[in-house]
């Protein structure tokens, strides 16, 4: 078989593994990326394994090298957003409010780097013809809009995330951490056996880890 062959059937075979190996411990998530960085960085894996697979000049142990180290570097990110809020923050972004209870927030547009333009497009391409039916809008950190309609229910406020307080949130709501510790004895729990807990309807909805026997 052609040398040139050869080269680019091991290549392959390499690059392969190293997607298997990424797929697996990075889950399911890298499959449909929420976070513009999972995107991009999807796109930047599929062109340094891509692009030296038909170069006979980059040799196999660089292409293995590149890709791992890309890889590897997604998967700590992953790693850290998913331990630590304010690393998800910072990669991430977080959601910003743009109407709230049916006005307009000017001052979020420039920190959502929006035009009002394209906030207009982006509400008439979700079938809502006009501001004036709408009572909430937030532009999330992956470019999509969350909406809430005048008269729907109102959505639920994230308290704590992955065992973390959401100060931002609290502050939003003008409550406190003292208070959120006070709520959770009340239903029974330490602040430090919540895993996710939300705000809807004027109740604290408590959803603790999860411990197997």
Same mark, same amino acid.
């Given at each position: *078989?052609?040398?040139?062959?050869? &080269?680019? *059937?091991? =290549?392959?075979?390499?690059?392969?593994?190293?997607?298997?190996?990424?797929?697996?411990? #990075?889950? =399911?998530?890298?499959?449909?990326?929420?976070? #513009?960085?999972?995107? %991009?960085?999807? %796109?930047?894996?599929?062109?340094?394994?891509?692009?030296?697979?038909?170069?006979?000049?980059?040799?196999? %142990?660089?292409?293995?090298? @590149?890709?791992?180290?890309?890889?590897?570097?997604?998967?700590?990110?992953?790693?850290? #957003?998913?331990?630590?809020?304010? !690393? =998800?923050? !910072? %990669?991430?972004?977080?959601s910003i409010q743009l109407m709230k209870n049916g006005k307009v927030l000017s001052e979020n547009f420039g920190q959502a780097k929006l035009s009002v333009r394209d906030f207009i497009m982006l509400l008439?391409?979700?079938?809502?013809?006009?501001?004036?039916e709408l009572q909430n809008v937030w532009f999330e950190y992956n470019g999509q809009m969350t909406v809430v309609k005048k008269g729907d229910t109102a959505m639920a406020i994230v308290l704590i995330e992955?065992?973390?307080?959401?100060?931002?949130?609290? #502050?939003?709501?003008?409550? @406190?951490?003292?208070?959120? &510790?006070?709520?959770?004895?009340?239903?029974?729990?330490?602040?430090?056996?919540?895993?996710?807990?939300?705000?809807? &309807?004027?109740?604290?909805?408590?959803?603790?880890?999860? =411990? @197997?026997?």
């Amino acid at each position: *078989m052609d040398s040139i062959y050869m &080269n680019i *059937m091991i =290549k392959m075979a390499a690059a392969f593994f190293i997607l298997l190996v990424y797929i697996n411990l #990075s889950g =399911k998530g890298s499959l449909a990326p929420i976070s #513009s960085l999972d995107q %991009v960085g999807n %796109v930047v894996l599929g062109a340094i394994i891509g692009g030296p697979l038909y170069n006979p000049a980059i040799s196999i %142990v660089l292409l293995v090298g @590149t890709a791992s180290a890309w890889a590897g570097l997604l998967l700590l990110v992953r790693y850290l #957003s998913f331990k630590r809020n304010i !690393v =998800k923050n !910072v %990669v991430d972004g977080r959601s910003i409010q743009l109407m709230k209870n049916g006005k307009v927030l000017s001052e979020n547009f420039g920190q959502a780097k929006l035009s009002v333009r394209d906030f207009i497009m982006l509400l008439h391409q979700r079938g809502y013809p006009n501001l004036d039916e709408l009572q909430n809008v937030w532009f999330e950190y992956n470019g999509q809009m969350t909406v809430v309609k005048k008269g729907d229910t109102a959505m639920a406020i994230v308290l704590i995330e992955g065992g973390s307080i959401d100060h931002n949130h609290l #502050s939003e709501l003008s409550l @406190t951490e003292e208070w959120l &510790n006070i709520e959770i004895v009340k239903q029974g729990y330490a602040i430090e056996d919540i895993f996710l807990a939300e705000w809807h &309807n004027n109740k604290l909805w408590l959803y603790p880890y999860h =411990k @197997t026997n």
